[in-house]
């Protein structure tokens, strides 16, 4: 079993900055890859980040890319999302989840374990 729990959402402004933590917990963090995806109102989850076991590997959207880093550190058995120059279309629930056999994989049924979510806004 893996617990994940993400936090660092809010309401910010376009062009500011965020940064959301994911913090694991069961099984031996250093060994799973980690993604982010996100779900607006009305929308179909989809993929933002992935990073595989050690951080070495990542994987973005083209919408994010240049813009979010996906980060870990496997001694705090914590991925970080930091979102720079946010646009009001990255308004969603983001959510962490644990890829165990994979590194860092795009789709969200290969993800066996999610987190309950934390809300971003991001007002024009």
């Known amino acids: 079993q893996v617990q994940l729990v993400e936090s660092g959402g809010g309401l910010v402004q376009a062009g500011d900055s965020l940064r959301l933590s994911c913090a694991a917990s069961?099984?031996?963090?250093?060994?799973?890859?980690m993604g982010w995806f996100r779900q607006a109102p009305g929308k179909e989850r989809e993929f933002v980040a992935a990073t595989n076991w050690r951080g070495g590997r990542t994987t973005y959207t083209d919408s994010v890319k240049g813009r979010f880093t996906i980060s870990r550190d496997n001694a705090k058995n914590t991925v970080y999302l930091q979102m720079n120059s946010l646009k009001p279309e990255d308004t969603a629930v983001y959510y962490c989840a644990a890829d165990l056999v994979g590194t860092g994989r795009t789709m969200a049924d290969a993800y066996d374990y999610w987190g309950q979510g934390t809300q971003v806004t991001v007002s024009s």
């Open positions: 069961g099984r031996t963090f250093s060994l799973y890859a």
